[in-house]
Every structure is written in structure tokens, then in C-alpha cells.
């Protein structure tokens, strides 16, 4: 796989077009009646307000681009590439530490990974460490910390 190479399942790529949509639309708009707002109280150059809504709408613009380039770039991952029998992009995986605690995380690409949806990075130590194993095996890595860790796949699931 190219380094520059973005995966992302169908449900990803969804989930930024929805956000792309929201930005290009509602968000925007928000963001213009901000500025109209903030010139109607007068001088510009000390207009608080103007300053911030001309940041969120760099900041929106800076998003929509990011957006759009990951799309454009985008492999799509098909659940018809992904087996059951080994973990892959768009797979939950189920671990167990040598102490017997689970754990379970979901493979992502890396524009979509969110920790609090327990949601890893392909690329991630822990991610790349699991890629391409089937139930059974047994898996470690070093995390950023820089502790090593290792577990049991126990269960993978689409």
C-alpha cells in the first residue's frame, strides 16, 4: 500500500459527504450571516466578531478542501474485500490480553479514526500489528508510549 494511499469503507466516505454537504450548506450559511452581523456594527478593524466568523469561514473552507482531496484520493473498501477470516478495513476485532481482558476495535483508514469510538487506524502500531491475522493468532505491538502489548484475537466481525 502508498503511504498517500487513503482507505475508507463505504460507511466512511458517507459519513464525509454527509459532513461535506453540511459545510457547503447549513454551515456556510451560518457562517456568512455571521459576518453580515458583524460588519453591520461598523469599523472592521477592530470588530471582534468580524474576526472571528472570517476564521471559521477559513477554517470551513480549509475542512471542505481537505474533505474533497480525501474523497478524490479515496480507495474504497467493498465489503465483499473484506473476509471474516482475517482482520482488514472495516473489521471489529476482539482481543484478549494475556491476563484474559477483552477489548475490542474496529480497523479504519486513517482519516477516519476516532479513539472514543474505539475506532483504529490501519496504520496505527496496534492496527498494523492486526492486519491481515485470523482468530487464533497472537499479536503485539509497541504503543506509542512505548509499552509492549500483546493479545489473542478472539473474534473478528464485519
Known sequence: MASNEIILTPEDRDELIR???EREGSINDEIIEDLKEARSYGDLSE???YDAAKEEQSKNAARINEIRQILAMAKIV???????MSVSIGTTVELQDVK???TSFTIVGTTATD???RRISNESPAGAAMIGHVVGDKVSFTTPAGEVREYTITKITR
Open 19 to 21: 459532513e461535506l454537504a
Open 100 to 102: 484474559g481482558k477483552k
Open 115 to 117: 479513539s472514543l469510538r
Open 78 to 84: 467493498n465489503s465483499a474485500d473484506i473476509t471474516s
Open 47 to 49: 470588530n471582534a466578531e
